[in-house]
């Protein structure tokens, strides 16, 4: 009830919060309608490669604000949040390679293709269960809270900050990646998890599946969006951003900044590992390569340029890199590394605030109003 | 293979001096026994080879040699020679036997290949043996009985004892002495037979210890097969002495495996322990300098492709220089705006960690590229029959060491090296004193830098040399740092070395990726028990 009545005030006092959530209806109730209504030849005709494409997208966009969580108001830049997303999307991997049952190569009406081909006779331990939904969904944020939890717990209580910090999540994602490249892990190695068949009952091929998954992930955005909204704005935000910009002082002042710092690096993994989870049924594959180093710090470049410290930025930059992605690995792969690199040294120098972060200093400009300098300055 | 470089060294020359003396009797008595040699029954060829034996000739070896590695051809068409072939791009490349002749390259279909059995190329292997037991080389020497240990009988045996009495190098002698002993073991007089045993004991060639292994096999119910006692008891015996010696000599390996990977490591990490640790400036792009480094190299034996062998000279200075003019750009470029912003300046060269990369994938293509090692540094120190050293590995070692006292020098004795420690400690007294900070930060990271590309010349010499090679070695040259306390150069010796050696050391439990593995969560433990490393900076400077 506390949570409706938060969205009430949201929306009466965030013009910005109200336009983007507006924003997401209307595109839940189009794209879906523009692709299974509107005949093909049509011009409003949405293909479903458009929409599972948006869909990514959408998926990305949570899991910039899930870093955003911990980079933009925490200040603790985490150069491993891939890994709670690709953990994340392995624990919906799992749950569908089990759907596939006997229609796999091999028959087998227990082990995924993978297994029967190192010649594995039962499933391992840690596969039992993934055929239940519900379980594999609490998996889903649960391994990816576990590893966080750990991980954090250690990290912040001997008091690991900045750069060393971001180095070894970095490391953390990288040790994943060599470890789920082994066969023997029984995570499919190299090839990962692929071929599934459906979801829930429903074919994954077919556009209504997908048009599902696509609303699917766009009430995961909203509700990310809403909740990290109101963490960050509940007294708890508060002192999460205290700690970015001053976490002696905050220690001083009496708050546990350990477990401030360990709550929002869990929740964030948590959001990280739900948008796994929507990612994998729509791209149709979970490979070691999302444990990647580079992957985690693309996501902090998506952050960067969308302006960090505000949750509307991470998600304008999670769509807006990965459009220009798309488009530029269409035409000319090879300027795409040329276009992230630059756009990554061009954000951090001229643009720290991000493209939000311009716009409502262009708003403010406009307005007239002096108000001091934005929120977010150069502080971690 | 040693036989047969050994051929080509000494033999050609030779041979071309014997022609050039015109020895017409010899080649024609040659020719004539090698005519039997394409006949095709291998009975006949048995017997040639026999032949052959008897006459002194060096080409006599070569061509025992060609016909055991199949590359002894004789012409389809008349005259019907017989040639050596060596593989081209083209087809064979083809040389007459006899007259040393080059016929040039012709197809595989021209030649009628001289065919060889088991059965020929254990004779072929023997007559080898044979001749090269008393060559002038006491390695060829050496090799040629070790060939020889796998089957002794009572002819080679002979063969062995009749060098035995005419060899003086050490080392000869005691192969030769285990080739007469695995033949012992199988003699009736008893005493004669623990004798041998003990000799074989003592010795670390495999065939010794094979030799022995039969001596305490066991039946299906667990029992001895052997009844003589004593002699099984001397074998066991034996067979102990050698397996800890073994033992000693692969931990000795490990051990040098480990400090080869350690200053790779060093090599690789120590460019950022100046720049991340001196200057606390995090250089993403620090792997792609190494890549420089290494392309750089690659050019180098581009230009000047007659003398690989002096090229690594000239790679080392110009890497040094590349690396460095491209670390000065990017300090002057970009991280000079971004002091005091860490997270940004992890972000900023990370971007052009990837343009740099991109552009080498532009101009040089997304292939590796081969980067040839020179001769001096192929090859392997032996220290005994079971341990064996790679030179490359070695001249690693040195060279990482030497950098790295260059670079302790340069810091301590220098008055660049004054300014940058200086900076380091204080950027606004420094500033005060008069000293230029902008200008010591670019040198500083400029420094750093061509060190990165220094060491990507090294590592041309072991791993592949392609765009993503910067890759592999920013997380672990990181690590290092990190591990060995930031700022201090003693500590990253350490840690680069002390990560080697474990590495290497989990490697044949572990497998070579769960042991990375397993080190990088060991790193990730300990950062977390002592955040500041092995050897933290302590007094002001640590804040």
Redesign the interface.
């Known amino acids: 009830m506390e949570n409706r009545s938060f969205i009430m005030t949201l929306l009466a006092n965030d013009k910005a919060a109200k336009w983007f959530l507006i924003t997401l209806v209307a595109l839940a109730i189009v794209v879906p309608f523009c692709n299974l209504m509107v005949p093909a030849d049509s011009p409003f005709h949405v293909s479903t490669y458009t929409v599972t494409l948006l869909g990514k997208y959408l998926s990305y966009a949570i899991l910039a604000i899930a870093l955003d969580l911990v980079w933009g108001y925490c200040g603790i ?1 985490s150069l491993g949040h891939a890994a709670f997303f690709a953990l994340g999307g392995y624990a919906m991997g799992m749950y569908l390679m089990r759907q596939i049952g006997d229609r796999g190569v091999y028959g087998n009406p227990d082990l995924p293709d993978f297994m029967v081909f190192l010649s594995w006779t039962e499933l391992p331990w840690y596969w039992q269960g993934f055929d239940m939904f519900w379980f594999a969904m609490l998996m889903v944020v649960l391994v990816p809270g576990m590893l966080a939890y750990v ?1 954090g717990w ?2 912040f ?4 900050t ?3 910090l ?3 999540t ?3 994602t ?2 994943l990646m ?2 789920f ?2 066969n023997e892990m029984g995570f499919g190695g190299n090839n990962g998890l692929t071929d599934f068949k459906d979801i829930l009952g429903f074919d994954l091929q077919s556009d209504n599946t997908r048009a599902g998954l696509f609303i699917a992930t766009i009430f995961f955005l909203g509700l990310a969006y809403v909740v990290s909204k109101f963490v960050v704005n509940s007294k708890m935000g508060r002192v999460v951003v205290a700690i970015r910009d001053a976490e002696a002082r905050t220690r001083f002042v009496g708050y546990k900044v350990e477990s401030f710092k360990l709550w929002i690096f869990v929740f964030s993994a948590m959001l990280a590992g739900i948008a796994g989870a929507l990612y994998t049924p729509q791209v149709g594959i979970i490979n070691p390569g999302e444990f990647s ?2 992957n985690s ?1 693309e996501l ?2 998506w952050v ?1 340029v969308g302006g960090r410290g505000t949750l509307l930025g991470a998600v304008v930059g999670a769509v807006v890199v990965n459009f220009a992605k798309t488009f530029f690995t269409g035409f000319a792969p ?1 300027i795409w ?2 276009f ?6 061009f ?3 001229f643009l ?1 605030q991000g493209i939000v972060g311009l716009a409502q200093q262009l708003l403010e400009k406009r307005n007239k109003t002096k108000t001091a300098t934005p929120k977010a300055e ?1 502080s ?1 | 293979m040693s036989i047969e470089r050994l051929c080509r060294l000494f033999f050609i020359p030779f041979m071309i001096f014997v022609l050039a003396g015109a020895a017409k009797a010899s080649d024609m008595a040659l020719a004539e026994v090698l005519e039997g040699l394409k006949d095709d029954s291998f009975n006949k060829k048995k017997e040639v080879i026999s032949q052959l034996e008897t006459i002194d000739d060096p080409r006599v070896m070569k061509v025992f040699q060609q016909m055991l590695d199949g590359d002894l051809h004789f012409q389809e068409q008349e005259p019907q020679l017989l040639v050596f072939t060596a593989k081209t791009d083209d087809g064979l490349a083809v040389t007459a036997v006899v007259s040393g002749e080059t016929l040039g390259v012709v197809n595989k279909r021209d030649l009628n290949k001289v065919k060889v059995n088991n059965s020929l190329r254990k004779d072929l292997r023997a007559a080898i043996a044979k001749l090269s037991l008393n060559n002038k080389d006491s390695k060829v020497r050496r090799d040629a009985v070790r060939n020889m240990l796998r089957d002794i009988d009572s002819e080679s045996v002979v063969l062995l004892r009749d060098r035995q009495s005419i060899e003086t190098e050490g080392l000869v002698l005691d192969v030769l002495a285990v080739g007469v002993a695995i033949y012992e073991l199988g003699s009736d007089d008893a005493s004669l037979r623990l004798a041998a045993v003990d000799i074989l004991g003592d010795s670390l060639e495999s065939a010794a210890r094979n030799a022995l292994l039969p001596l305490v096999e066991k039946n299906e119910n667990g029992q001895y097969k052997l009844e003589d006692r004593e002699l099984r008891s001397a074998a066991i015996k034996a067979l102990a002495r050698i397996d800890a010696k073994l033992k000693y000599n692969e931990w000795a390996e490990t051990i040098y495996f480990g400090l080869s990977l350690g200053s790779v490591l060093l090599l690789a990490a120590i460019g950022l322990a100046i720049t991340f640790g001196v200057m606390g400036v995090i250089n993403m792009a620090h792997g792609e300098l190494i890549m420089i480094g290494a392309y750089t190299t690659y050019v180098v034996q581009l230009l000047m492709p007659n003398s690989i062998e002096y090229s690594l000279f000239v790679a080392i200075p110009a890497a040094f220089v590349v690396a460095g003019l491209v670390g000065v750009a990017i300090e002057r470029g970009v991280i000079q705006f971004l002091y005091g912003r860490p997270l940004e300046t992890l972000l900023a060269t990370f971007g052009i960690s990837l343009i740099l990369q991109q552009l080498v994938r532009t101009i040089f293509s997304p292939l590796n590229r081969s980067v040839e090692t020179p001769e001096w540094m192929s090859g392997t120190f032996e220290v005994n029959s079971a341990l064996a050293l790679t030179y490359n590995r070695g001249y690693i070692i040195i060279f990482s060491l030497l950098v790295f006292i260059a670079l302790l020098m340069v810091l301590k004795k220098t008055s660049l090296g004054l300014h940058v420690r200086a900076v380091s400690q204080n950027r606004q007294m420094a500033r005060a004193m008069g000293v230029r900070t902008g200008w010591v930060d670019a040198m500083t990271f400029g420094l750093g830098s061509g060190i990165a590309g220094i060491a990507g010349v090294a590592l041309s010499q072991l791993t592949n040399v392609g765009p993503n090679m910067g890759q592999a070695y920013i997380i672990d040259s990181f690590m290092v740092v990190v591990f060995g306390g930031v700022g201090n150069l003693w500590g990253t010796l350490v840690a680069a070395m002390s990560l080697g050696v474990i590495n290497k050391v989990l490697e044949p439990w572990a497998g070579a990726v769960l042991a990375k593995i397993l080190v990088l969560i060991f790193i990730i433990l300990f950062i977390q028990k002592r955040p500041k490393g092995l050897f933290p900076q302590r007094g002001r400077a640590a804040e």
């Open positions: 830049l991980f250690l990290a209580r001997s008091r690991v900045g750069v060393y971001s180095i070894i970095q490391a953390l990288f040790a060599l470890a490249f082994r180093p580079l710090i902090v470049v960067a090879e590394l040329f992230l690199g630059a756009l990554f040294i954000v951090t120098i720290p150069a971690v």
